[in-house]
């Protein structure tokens, strides 16, 4: 059963745009969001994350949105370059330090 | 030169064979995860450690074990009952009152043949 879903699998977005990604989740008990960028064959790097309390975090180029009542949240990647193109995962943390990952959105960003 | 090690980053065996992956960290951190990534799949929860000799099991912990006997060392052992077990492995750590960030290490692709 998968607590945390991506339902976009890929994302091709224009250099200089804005890159949004999705995802949604299922128990409403998660406190803390977090999204991670993911080269192929590396461990995932943490970018931002977002306590369950607020409802948006902003770090330079990156900002998440959490939106609680629809158990919705989004990264926000703006302007997007092209060394931004990978894998993002969206995770979830509940109160017991176990972590849900979702199934990860592969973003292009075109020159 | 801080960081998670995990070795090697390519394992191969038979089928039948146990196999153990290494996990080390000199990061200090108290948690210590263990995940499995399939294609086309996010990364599922084998087992963690919260402590020195304490573990949990994740939600796919079938045919994996663990131990915890230092907190630099989380070892995985992958054993003949796990039915699928080529996969991309993936060790985490966490600082305890650190409530969000997980660190990786770089990932050991095993392949059962």
Same mark, same amino acid.
């Given at each position: ?5 991506? =339902? ?13 990604? =999705?995802?949604?989740?299922? =128990? ?10 993911? /080269? ?16 948006? =975090? ?41 972590? /849900? ?11 | ?79 003949? !009952?796990?039915?699928?077990?080529? !996969?991309?492995?993936?060790? !985490? ?21």
């Amino acid at each position: 059963d998968q607590q945390v879903k991506q =339902n976009s699998p890929s994302l091709s977005v224009q250099e200089g745009r804005i890159s949004i990604l =999705n995802c949604d989740y299922t =128990n409403s008990m998660f406190d803390y969001f977090l999204w991670y960028k993911k /080269y192929p064959a590396e461990g995932p790097t943490f970018l931002i994350s977002i306590s369950s309390i607020k409802d948006k =975090n902003e770090d330079g180029r990156f900002t998440v949105f959490l939106n609680k009542s629809a158990k919705h949240l989004s990264l926000h990647i703006v302007p997007s370059q092209p060394g931004d193109s990978a894998v993002y995962f969206c995770a979830a943390r509940n109160t017991g330090n176990q972590f /849900y990952f979702g199934t990860g959105t592969s973003l292009t960003v075109i020159p | 030169d801080g960081g998670i090690t995990q070795s090697p980053k390519y394992l191969f065996r038979k089928e039948g064979q146990n196999v153990t992956l290494s996990c080390e960290q000199n990061l200090n951190h108290d948690a210590m995860y263990w995940y499995r990534q399939d294609p086309g799949q996010g990364l599922r929860l084998i087992y963690y450690s919260q402590i020195v000799n304490d573990f949990q099991k994740g939600d796919i912990a079938e045919g994996y074990s663990v131990s915890r006997e230092k907190k630099e060392s989380f070892p995985l052992t992958v054993t003949s !009952a796990q039915k699928n077990p080529t !996969a991309f492995y993936l060790c !985490a750590t966490r600082l305890r009152h650190v409530f969000d960030e997980q660190f990786f290490g770089p990932g050991t692709r095993l392949t059962v043949l």
